[in-house]
């Protein structure tokens, strides 16, 4: 099993940046693969980016796609989403998610952690 703990959220302009962090413990992510998702209020949960257990691949969902980047750190065992050009409709409650399927289907990732929060201000 993997515990995931979200940081580095926060309410900030449009056209700012932020990179939030999903630290683990218990496993190694490299032995998942993991991605971000997020949910604005009143709106399901919904894909952002994804990245293999070998960091070799990534997926971007297309309103983020140029601007967001995942990436990961193995020696620190910890997952990043750098945000650039942040934009109103971002606003939501960002979570980390780790599973054994290439997928962008929530219902296919076992663990999560408990998200943190992003503003973004017009």
């Known amino acids: 099993q993997v515990q995931l703990v979200e940081s580095g959220g926060g309410l900030v302009q449009a056209g700012a940046s932020l990179r939030l962090s999903c630290a683990a413990s218990?496993?190694?992510?490299?032995?998942?693969?993991t991605g971000w998702f997020r949910q604005a209020p009143g709106k399901e949960r919904e894909f952002v980016a994804i990245?293999?257990?070998?960091?070799?691949?990534?997926r971007y969902t297309d309103s983020v796609q140029g601007r967001f980047t995942i990436s990961r750190d193995n020696y620190r065992n910890t997952l990043y989403l750098q945000m650039n050009s942040l934009k109103p409709e971002d606003t939501a409650t960002y979570c980390c998610?780790?599973?054994?399927?290439?997928?962008?289907?929530?219902?296919?990732?076992?663990?999560w952690g408990q998200g943190t929060q992003v503003t973004v201000s017009s």
């Open positions: 218990g496993r190694t992510l490299s032995s998942y693969v």
């Open positions: 998610a780790a599973g054994f399927a290439w997928t962008v289907s929530r219902d296919r990732y076992n663990y």
């Open positions: 990245i293999s257990g070998s960091g070799a691949d990534t």
